[in-house]
């Protein structure tokens, strides 16, 4: 597959797989902009591998992380920006403030725990692909998965952990 056709097939969902590990659709496009550019002069060795798609992704969660370490700084998504960033959803409108404060939640996280949450929630990595992504032990995404998890439990409202009518 060649640079260009790549572009031509793959290139939205690599954008959508960076605004969700980012929270941030401009930030996203700035981080898919620089691997692409940097994938571009290396293309024929990335497009050799057995998953180039994977090494990209790995790329775009590198630089959300590198970006978000020299910004220092966290953009709280409203829904707006995740209903853009993918394809539009039926919600009804108690799935739909749900839906809107879970993802305001998930981007308060912290980058890695967020990243983690990414990886594994909508990309559907296993602990060891995530911890191969992120550079580091399995047992390290377990800790960043599990203080994730707790943080948005702690964070749900009793009402929403039961359901609402």
């Known amino acids: 597959m060649t640079f260009d056709e ?56 590198n630089e959300c992380l590198r970006s978000r370490r020299r910004t220092r700084r966290t953009v709280l998504l409203a829904h707006d920006s995740l209903d853009a960033a993918s394809p539009r959803l039926l919600d009804h409108a108690g799935a739909y403030g749900e839906r809107d404060d879970l993802a305001r939640r998930i981007a308060a996280l912290p980058p890695k725990q967020r990243a983690v949450v990414a990886l594994r929630y909508y990309d559907g990595r296993t602990d060891a692909e995530i911890a191969e992504y992120l550079g580091c032990r399995e047992g390290t995404v377990r800790a960043h998965a599990s203080r994730a998890l707790a943080t948005l439990r702690a964070a749900l409202s009793p009402s929403t952990v039961h359901g609402r009518s």
């Open 6 to 61: 790549y572009l031509a097939t793959r290139v939205s969902a690599l954008l959508r797989f960076a605004t969700v590990v980012a929270c941030d659709p401009h930030l996203a496009e700035d981080v898919v902009q620089d691997v692409l550019v940097r994938a571009h002069g290396r293309w024929s060795r990335i497009a050799a591998m057995e998953q180039p798609e994977a090494y990209l992704k790995r790329m775009v969660v």
